[in-house]
């Protein structure tokens, strides 16, 4: 990872007009926001040993002259690294936070002559405070401005003093921390592998640490940290160069969390191609430079993933996904998980999967009528705008993980799942199958619809079968010549259904292996068929009670059959006797031996249900008053 954000700041660096071989272009700080117009210079000159004040400068801001303000942001609530500073009140930036408390750390005349040089410039403008506040508040407009000093009609970067104290102060920040030192000079880099001073605490994602004496080899002494990793000052510009440019560009939503994409070019690869992958990733994530309209596996906008898949496998994508509940450049950043080596192909396995491949032959689930009959509800700002057709994404998969239910955090499931899915791990399906279960039933016993979490389900077994990463139980299959009992008829009506079922079984092959399953589907079909009965009958569904929360064993199937049949004919309303016969037919075949866990035999009943309006005749009785779950 080190070596890959190594190269995307080299790139950054390069791209902004910098060069590595001149820090002080990448170590200063834009001191403007859109609203600054000028820069008040505070004009000195040399008067003997000392300094003299001449008068109040005013230039206006240019933000390609960026070196000569020198400016580099320091302490919220202290001095900036040099006296240049941008206003927020003119006399408390001047006098109490930045300008002048900057020099009082220079307040004795010593041997150097640069420090004495940094006195004598303080000494000047304490001795003439007033009448320099009065002269700043002559030129001060209502816009935001900066403020900074003039040196015999030179800038700050013209002397080389300033730019030593911000090269020093950006060293300090990577030896000086925790009341140590760590550094030492002709000395092997850990990231370039050059002989140079090297320092102990360069942090740059905060997930190599020395805060502790147990995180510290040799001896447990933090002086020594650079042992650990040692980082020279070129490379941790370099470092921090690419941490800027992540954060700015490659920095991505994902239900929840923050993640950044972080490409590795393989050692071979030409630079221009480096460039050109770059160029477009940052186009990629503004919609003016789109030319259409991009499918994605995530629900933030500006999400590359698919035009990452369509690059040749001269990169790999590795996803950090982290929480830094201080902002991202705050104390605290915790990895949450780090995906490696995500090659573009995978990826294209990926939304082959969601959207399919006329080229490969491949249905993506997208495709699929069934999910694309099913319509779920859109929102901006948590208003219902919509709807649009079921489409997978991994949203689909947070449904079932969800941040917080029932005061669980299901977090650490969700990512473990999706770290499986992009580096091609194999997906427990009892583990999955019991938390697609928790969801349905929740919904289902508080008097919820079932039918889109259940469809969601349904998608999300159906896209992991596609990347082979679930494996479905087969069950047992009976000889055909032990069910030649069950004679179903041949009318055209029998036919129609025999037909609409083979076509979803065949559609769903994978997932309807066995005769057992099909049973228990079928009779989630029937028992939906009893319950729109009923609720157009008498406004209510009392049957939901027998179907025990959506917690089903074998048991419970069989003593089901007949209970529903009974009830439909009680109604007068037994329109489904062909679709009973099918339903003892499968289950008779799937024998006694169900193997079958009560997740799995609730879901595929729940499923039934929620598809039956599949198996309706064309015009069926109770149609009106329909209750689907």
């Known amino acids: 990872m080190i070596e890959a954000i190594r190269k995307i700041g080299e790139y950054a660096i390069e791209s902004g007009g910098k060069s590595i071989a001149d820090p002080i272009n990448i170590l200063v700080d834009s001191p403007a926001n859109r609203t600054t117009k000028n820069v008040l210079f505070i004009v000195l000159e040399r008067d003997g040993d000392g300094f003299s004040y001449r008068n109040v400068d005013i230039e206006e801001y240019s933000p390609k002259e960026l070196q000569k303000y020198l400016y580099k942001k320091g302490s919220p609530n202290g001095t900036d690294v040099t006296p240049t500073s941008m206003i927020t009140t003119l006399e408390s930036t001047f006098t109490k936070t930045k300008i002048v408390p900057w020099f009082k750390q220079y307040n004795t005349l010593g041997l150097d002559e640069d420090h004495n040089f940094l006195v004598n410039i303080g000494n000047c403008i304490r001795s003439n405070t007033k009448q320099i506040l009065e002269d700043l508040k002559e030129h001060q407009s209502k816009e935001n401005n900066i403020i900074s000093l003039k040196i015999d009609n030179k800038y700050l970067y013209d002397f080389k003093i300033f730019q030593d104290i911000l090269v020093d102060k950006a060293k300090e920040n990577y030896y000086s921390k925790y009341g140590k030192k760590s550094k ?6 850990s990231v370039c592998n050059k002989k140079t001073e090297v320092y102990g605490f360069v942090d740059t994602y905060k997930f190599y640490t020395v805060d502790k004496p147990g995180f510290v080899s040799g001896g447990f002494q933090q002086k020594n940290a650079w042992k650990n990793y040692p980082v020279c000052l070129n490379c941790a510009l370099t470092l921090d160069g690419g941490k800027k440019y992540l954060q700015n560009n490659l920095k991505f939503n994902f239900y929840g969390f923050n993640y950044l994409l972080i490409p590795k070019f393989l050692n071979n690869v030409d630079k221009s191609l480096e460039k050109e992958i770059f160029k477009m990733m940052k186009d990629q994530t503004d919609p003016k430079f789109r030319e259409r309209e991009i499918n994605k596996l995530t629900s933030d906008e500006n999400e590359i993933l698919e035009s990452m898949s369509k690059q040749k496998n001269y990169l790999n994508l590795n996803f950090m996904f982290y929480d830094a509940p201080k902002g991202d450049n705050g104390s605290v950043f915790n990895i949450l998980l780090y995906i490696e080596d995500v090659l573009p192909s995978r990826l294209k396995t990926l939304f082959n999967a969601k959207v399919g491949c006329v080229e490969e032959n491949i249905i993506g689930v997208d495709q699929i ?35 917080i239910s029932n005061n669980r955090t299901y977090n650490k499931y969700f990512l473990d799942v999706t770290n499986r899915i992009f580096t091609n791990k194999k997906i427990d399906y009892d583990f999955l199958m019991n ?3 928790q969801k349905i039933r929740d919904e289902f016993v508080n008097g919820y619809l079932t039918k889109i979490s259940t469809l969601k389900g349904f998608m999300l077994f159906n896209y992991l079968n596609k990347l082979k990463l679930v494996n479905f139980y087969e069950g047992i299959k009976m000889d055909e010549n032990n069910l030649e009992v069950f004679k179903i008829g041949t009318s055209r009506e029998t036919n129609d259904l025999n037909q609409r079922i083979d076509s979803f079984f065949s559609e769903f092959v994978d997932f309807f292996k066995s005769d057992l399953k099909k049973a228990i589907f079928l009779e989630g079909v029937l028992t939906q068929f009893l319950l729109n009965i009923q609720y157009q009958e008498r406004n209510a569904t009392p049957f939901r009670v027998k179907l025990k929360g959506l917690k089903l064993d074998e048991n419970q199937i069989k003593k089901l059959l007949p209970e529903i049949q009974n009830k439909l004919e009680e ?12 339903i003892s037919k499968y289950l008779v075949s799937a024998g006694t031996e169900w193997n079958m866990s009560t997740d799995e035999i609730s879901y595929y009943f729940v499923l039934g249900m929620n598809l039956s309006y599949l198996f309706k005749k064309e015009k069926q009785d109770d149609n009106k008053g329909e209750m689907n779950e």
């Open 369 to 403: 009528r069934t999910f694309k009959e099913c319509m779920v509800p859109t929102f901006e700002n948590n208003k219902k705008t919509g709807e649009k057709p079921l489409e997978f994404n991994f949203g689909i998969l947070r449904t079932f993980f969800p941040k």
């Open 184 to 189: 030492s000079e002709n000395q092997i880099c």
């Open 571 to 582: 109604y007068g309303k037994n329109y489904y006797r062909t679709l009973e016969s099918i």
């Open 435 to 437: 938390f697609i279960m």
